[in-house]
C-alpha cells in the first residue's frame, strides 16, 4: 500500500506536535505538584557580628593586600585563592 507524500508529511508534523504539546502538558502539570509540596524556604541566618578589630587606621586595606600577597608568594598560589577571616596582634 503506497500512502501519498503529503500524507506521510501531515501525520509525521502531527506526531511531532502532538509530542511536544504532551510535553508542555506534563512540564506544567509537574511544575504545579512541585510547589504545592515545595518545603517552606529557610530563615536567613542571624547576622555575624564581628569583634572589633585591634587594627585602625587608613592604611589598613593596604596591609590585608601585603599579608595576603606575601601568604600567597609563600604558598605559591594565586592571591585570588585566599581569603582573610581575621588578623590579630602578636
Known amino acids: 500500500m503506497d500512502y501519498p507524500a503529503i ?3 501531515l501525520m509525521g508534523l502531527g506526531t511531532v506536535f502532538f509530542g511536544l504539546i504532551c510535553l508542555i502538558v506534563l512540564t506544567m502539570t509537574m511544575g504545579r505538584v512541585l510547589s504545592r509540596t515545595a518545603p517552606p524556604a529557610p530563615e536567613p541566618a542571624p547576622p555575624v557580628v564581628l569583634p572589633k578589630s585591634p587594627f585602625t587606621g587608613p592604611n589598613v586595606p593596604e596591609m590585608v593586600a601585603a599579608v595576603s600577597a606575601a601568604i600567597a608568594e609563600e604558598l605559591d598560589t594565586d592571591v ?3 581569603r582573610i577571616l ?3 596582634r602578636l
Open 7 to 9: 500524507f506521510v508529511i
Open 80 to 82: 585570588t585563592g585566599i
Open 86 to 88: 581575621s588578623m590579630r
